[in-house]
C-alpha cells in the first residue's frame, strides 16, 4: 500500500462547477496534511494546509480531513481554466518524526471553458 | 523575499559524470529539503536539513547522491557517476523557523532539471 494515494485522473470538470480531489494515507498518526498544485512544468505550490478534522475554507478552496477514515479532500468551486494542473496531496506521517512530505502522484485536473 | 532559488535550471550531462547543484532557501528558513521527481509522480523526499545538520536521509539515496548544507544557509546537492536513471527534475525547498514538528509548510524553488545522456 502506497503511504499517499490519488487518482491519477485526468479529472475533468466543466468551468463554474465543483472538482474534488481525494486522498488516502496510510499512517494513522499522520499529523499535517497539505494540497499543492503544480503545472505542466513548474514547482509546487501551496495551496492549503490542515492539521484537524472537519473543513478548512480559503476562497474558493476547501479542504477536508477525516483522520478516522485517512482521508483528505479538496474542493474547488466555481472551477476556472487557470484551475487546470496536477494537484498533489502531502501528508507529514509521525513515524518520520514530522518532518518528512510524503507526496502522493497527484491528481491532474482539466477544468473545460 | 526573492523565493527559493535553484541553480542551475537545467543541466545535460553524459553517464558517469558528476554533476552538482545549488540551492538557495528563503533567507532565515532553517529547513531545507531536497526532492527528486520524475514524469507523473510526486516530490520523492531525498534528504533534509535543520540548520547545517542533515537529519534524515532517504534509503533510495544512493552512496553516489550527497548533500551539505554549510553553515546553515545554502545547500549543494552532488550526484557522482550518473547513471541514466538518475534523469529527473530536482526540488529543494525551505520552511521557516518556528512552529512544531509536523506543521511545516514548504516553498519550492523552480527545480533543475537533470538530463543523463
Known amino acids: 500500500q502506497k503511504e499517499v494515494e490519488q487518482n491519477s485522473g485526468p479529472l475533468s470538470v466543466p468551468e463554474g462547477a465543483i472538482a474534488s480531489l481525494n486522498c488516502t494515507y496510510s499512517d494513522r498518526g499522520s499529523q499535517s496534511f497539505f494540497w499543492y498544485r503544480q503545472y505542466s512544468g513548474k514547482s509546487p505550490e501551496l495551496i492549503m494546509f490542515i492539521y484537524s478534522n472537519g473543513d478548512k475554507e480559503d476562497g474558493r478552496f476547501t479542504a477536508q480531513l477525516n483522520k478516522a477514515s485517512q482521508y483528505v479532500s479538496l474542493l474547488i468551486r466555481d472551477s476556472q481554466p487557470s484551475d487546470s494542473a496536477t494537484y498533489l496531496c502531502a501528508v507529514n506521517p509521525r513515524n518520520t518524526g514530522g518532518f518528512k512530505t510524503i507526496f502522493g502522484a497527484g491528481t491532474r485536473l482539466f477544468v473545460k471553458a | 523575499d526573492t523565493g527559493v532559488s535553484q541553480d542551475p535550471r537545467h543541466k545535460i550531462t553524459k553517464r558517469g559524470q558528476n554533476v552538482t547543484f545549488r540551492c538557495d532557501p528563503i533567507s532565515e528558513h532553517n529547513r531545507l529539503y531536497w526532492y527528486r521527481q520524475t514524469l507523473g509522480q510526486g516530490p520523492e523526499f531525498l534528504t533534509y536539513f535543520q540548520n547545517e545538520a542533515q537529519l534524515e536521509k532517504s534509503r533510495l539515496l544512493s552512496d553516489r547522491f550527497s548533500a551539505e548544507r554549510p553553515k546553515g544557509s545554502f545547500s549543494t546537492l552532488e550526484i557522482q557517476r550518473t547513471e541514466q536513471g538518475d534523469s529527473a527534475m530536482y526540488l529543494c525547498?525551505?520552511?521557516?523557523?518556528?512552529?512544531?514538528?509536523?506543521?511545516?509548510?514548504?516553498?519550492f524553488g523552480p527545480g533543475t532539471r537533470l538530463t543523463v545522456l
Open positions: 525547498a525551505s520552511s521557516p523557523r518556528g512552529g512544531s514538528v509536523g506543521t511545516d509548510t514548504q516553498y
